[in-house]
């Protein structure tokens, strides 16, 4: 019963953040790749590049970086298209997904609000 | 002919008033030498002084540094970006190769969004991975600045100068007739001490300074000073005095 209490406890601390921030980390930012390419796209909105490329700026390994892509064109945070026979990805346009970008960005300078997005990438990840 | 100043003090007097407009430009020069800072600062003279808006295309170095690099001479870079006067755009050789081919590209629809007249590519270097075949590497640099030229920008190329002091290889000559002109930024070494000499190689279509002057990176940005005086061999690196040179040649046997 205690413990239960206290995961309750846990999650209602954890789950204390703007809702659609919340929303965001669930649905959208639910990986730590994510969460990196998110970043790197919020510092660097008019980079239109390939997965590989990508890969290079973020340090990662271009096999782990495709899919969280996909993922996030599917989130609608990244948009894909085709230049030639090249496959890039780029920021959507669309103002309201930029402004939640630069919303869980900014909340990311605040340490406690960084703990309790981890809490939530790894209960998503279980 | 219509002139597209630097403001860059010495340099515009260097190029007859200014590049031409709609030219490319190249600047390539060792690592340290300044190209990039010549390049950031025509672009943010050209948003500042001659109301130009201006783009900047980087393949390797991220926006974060151009923002830190212009603010140690008190370039406002975000907030240029902030006031749609300058984009700050990281991508790569063959991504922005293939979307300026395209109608409405990506890029082509931010310099339209700004009206953008100026633009910094950073650097030219990069677009060696495309190919080992200079012959095919001379087209696909080709198109990349008929495609710049097309969006009406007068752009600065920067490229990377493998020797620190001296002369280029031979193998990097390739761009220079590409490009409408050619800056050269040199160390030379003079009474133990490095400085920098740029010197105007190239002018298609207009005269220039013929002379290789000095110049600084100061905290307010580069400035180009006087030639070099009484000096030979600047380009090499290693100048030596004339009064020798006259002794090396008809007295010493």
Redesign the interface.
Known sequence: MAAMGSNDLAARLMGDMAPQLLEFLKTRVNSFIKWDLVRFFHENPNTTDTAENIARYAGRDVAIIEGELDELVGAGVLERQRIGDLQVYSLVADVEMRSLVEQFIRACDDRQFRVKAIYHIIRGMR | MERVKTGIKGLDDMLAGGFLAETANLVEGAPGTGKTTLGMQFIYNGITQFNEPGLIMTFEE???QYYRDAETFGWDFRGLEQADKL??????P??GK??L??VG??IEA?AREIGARRILVDSLSHFERLSDDPVVLRGVLFGFINALKREGLTSVLTRESLALIGENSSAEEEIAFVADSYLMLRYVEIESAIRKALLVLKLRGSDHAKDIRQFEVTPSGIEVRSKFEGREGIMSGSPHRMAESFIEAFVRR
């Open positions: 991220f926006p974060q984009r700050v755009i990281m991508t790569s063959e991504v293939s979307d081919e395209r590209g990506r931010m």
